[in-house]
């Protein structure tokens, strides 16, 4: 794509960009990249992980310290937290971007976008809150916080419209990027395993917090489904070294002989490769419905955590396949319904071909096909007519 006319009269663009964890680092390259196909001298600076820096980004910070979840759960990073964002902040004002792209981690990157947007620079909010699962009034702040709000699922523009708050849903890169019939055969040929193998893939999760909680409870629920159907074999992506690390200390601790292949990364390909899935809920869940895999979604916080929610909380789900669809496609275990016996058989239930199977499969494909809306490009050509709009291009 040409270089617009206005671009070698003009200094380079400086785009601000936030993202906080591993689901967001990909949204962000991905929006990187295809802004760099219509300016390629742009700068990118910011908070982002290494998909992002591949891309040319310079980060502040290492995305990493922003990577907490949970009401309670933060209290303990706050004051690091908040001196990040400040620091950030005066960065950002004196380097007066062009527009700014907070990605997800709404409970740190909207006090951002409020600050600099009452400087005049334009921001943009990129992955909704759940704020059509519960305290739907903080749209009012969202708006003060953001001149664009982009979705990643069509049901969540209704709330913003209803708000007065613009807003565009662009889909999910995952979806564009997916392929609609995954090669199975491929994947498992990449990592080693056997065309007629029976491979569970573990994924309890790429945070810290969620490997100390989930962790040790997959690895029992694989071993309870190993007693039972002693052929069965285990995939587990690291999200990273520091993960493997940990993933490596809490194997050792549980005693548990598991026939368990640790990967570096390569979650697709693990996703790709397995009969079935035990995963966190989170992203993780969508990209699992994407590849078509029968799925057991599990999740443990902090028990105030757990009890704040379930209070404000106005849905019935949790993870994404399930909130997509409406309905309950996919089981899912919570707190103290997370045990290895529950996850257990209803992991072995999704192994064998089922009428109900056949069914979810069916449902996977067309929400794939809902989503698929090259998200990059739609996302960069709504940062890019807010800029305009901004007079920040001609």
């Not at 908070?47 to 009401?71: D, H, T, Y």
């Not at 016996?341 to 089922?354: I, K, N, S």
Request: with cysteine; glycine share 6%.
């Amino acid at each position: 794509m040409s270089v617009p006319a206005d671009s070698a009269a003009t200094p380079p663009l400086c785009i601000a960009l936030v993202a906080g964890e591993a689901s967001g680092d990909t949204l962000g390259a991905g929006l990187i990249r295809a802004l760099k196909r219509q300016y390629p001298d742009a700068r990118f600076i910011g908070i982002g992980g290494s998909r992002m820096l591949a891309q040319g980004m310079q980060s502040q910070v290492p995305m990493e310290r922003l990577s907490v979840m949970g009401l309670v759960e933060v209290l303990g990073r706050l004051r690091e937290l908040l001196r990040i964002r400040k620091s950030l902040v005066s960065y950002l004002k004196a380097q007066q971007p062009d527009v700014f792209i907070g990605i997800d981690a709404p409970d740190f990157t909207l006090n951002v976008e409020k600050q600099l947007r009452e400087v005049d620079i334009p921001t943009v909010h990129y992955v909704s809150p759940s704020v059509w699962a519960w305290r739907e009034k903080r749209v009012l702040g969202i708006r003060e916080s953001t001149d664009l709000m982009l979705t990643l699922f069509p049901f969540e523009e209704a709330v913003y419209q209803k708000h007065g708050v613009a807003v565009r849903c662009v889909g999910h890169t995952l979806a564009d990027q997916i392929a609609l019939e995954p090669d199975r055969e491929a994947a498992r040929a990449a990592l080693g395993l056997a065309a007629d193998s029976r491979v569970v893939a573990l994924m309890p999760g790429s945070r810290n917090g969620e490997l100390r909680k989930l962790g040790l409870l997959f690895l029992q629920t694989a071993a309870w489904c190993l007693e039972r159907q002693p052929q069965l074999q285990f995939v587990m992506p690291c999200a990273n070294a520091e993960r493997r690390v940990q993933i490596e200390a809490i194997l050792a601790e549980s005693g548990l002989s598991l026939p368990l292949t640790l990967l570096d990364g390569q979650a697709h390909e693990a996703l790709a490769a397995c009969d079935a899935v035990l995963i966190a809920s989170g992203t993780a869940t969508l990209e699992a419905m994407l590849f078509k895999r029968p799925m057991v979604v599990a999740y443990r916080m902090a028990s105030l955590t757990f009890k704040i929610l379930k209070r404000l909380v106005k849905v019935g789900h949790v993870s994404l396949p399930n909130l997509l669809a409406g309905r309950e496609v996919v089981p899912e275990f919570l707190q103290d319904a997370a045990t290895p016996e529950a996850m257990g058989q209803a992991l072995l239930e999704r192994l064998g071909p089922t009428e109900e199977a056949e069914a979810t499969q069916a449902t996977f494909m067309q929400l794939h096909e809902l989503l698929r809306r090259n998200a990059d490009e739609s996302a960069a050509e709504a940062v890019i007519e807010l800029m305009r709009k901004k007079g920040r291009l001609v």
